[in-house]
């Protein structure tokens, strides 16, 4: 089969790999039906994931119809449409029992799958720990509408999970990137008083405003002005941190009023600085990391009932014979894009 591999720093190829087998009674092979291009793909690209493994096949983001199961699994059977979680997970060790799977201390725990491990940009993947790393999509949900269940989405839905968003809060939300929509489609399920979206892009908040106009967008000159006069007790009560530059690491502390959450969700490509006496007596309290992606099932019912759309986010969608091209337009930004679908 055709396969989008990682052979090394700069260098992707469509290359021809054998299908995936069943390696353990764990595992599953599924069919992928629909693919995405993710920002940390770019990042594997460009060397910036050191565990990343030469000669992988890439892709974390997919849907698919499972193909075969090992002996062991039991949550899922041939036949079945399923949401691959980009996490491996065990369910059974001391991070997976308090649901931080991301810490998962299984040797495939964590981002294998198209890092480590043979990812989905490709007509088959083979996902571990499948009763955990797979998820039965409900039969009213298309792979359009699921696709995005297993990392962006689930990344914005822990996101805000962990952020204690309240019916009095004004909330922050910066970048409006993929993650940074998904962030803002799962905090209006939390109803706060407001929602403020910066993002430096024009195009992107023109997006948000037509997408979700009931929420404010601003650039990042004008967002501390905005959050002064929208909040009550001068800041935002929950930033969101998700677009991962060091402007917005400083915008995100400076716009929370004291005792606020601070949640970085961003991935940076260096350290930042926390500069603690300028922040001395406010009080916040920051929230970083990966995503648990643990709530798969829960976001598949609430895209059931109409409550998350993500697909205006799928804004291009190309074969998996065009590939590289697909990777190119995402890499240059070119004609409005924001997420790819790739379709095996
Ligand atoms: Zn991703
Ligand atoms: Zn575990």
Known sequence: ?????????????????????????????????????????????????????????????????????????????PGDRVAVNVETFCGECFFCRHGWVNNCTDPDGGWALGCRIDGGQAPYVRVPCADQGLTRIPDSVTDRQALFVGDILATGFWAVRISDIGPEDTVLILGAGPTGVCTLACALLKHPRHIIVCEKDPDRREFVRTHYPQVLTV?????????????????????????????????????????????????????QTLPLPDMYGKNLTFKTGGVDGCDCAEILRLIEEGKIDTTPLITHTYPLEQIAQAYDLFEQRRDGVIKVAIQP
């Open 1 to 77: 089969m055709l396969a989008y591999t990682y052979l090394s720093k700069g260098n992707f190829q469509l290359m021809e790999r054998p299908k995936p087998v069943l390696q353990n009674d764990r595992d599953a092979i599924v069919r992928v039906t629909l693919a995405s291009i993710c920002t940390s793909d770019l990042h594997i690209k460009h060397g910036s994931v050191p565990r990343a493994v030469p000669g992988i096949t890439v892709g974390h983001e997919m849907v698919g119809v499972v193909e075969q199961v090992g002996s062991k699994v039991h949550s899922v059977r």
């Open 219 to 271: 650039g990042p000159e004008e967002v501390a002005g905005l959050v002064a006069q929208t909040s009550e007790h001068g800041g935002a009560d929950v930033v969101l941190e998700v677009a991962g530059v060091p402007e917005t690491f400083r915008l995100a502390w400076e716009c929370a009023r004291p005792n606020a959450v601070v949640t970085v969700v961003a991935l940076y490509d260096g350290p």
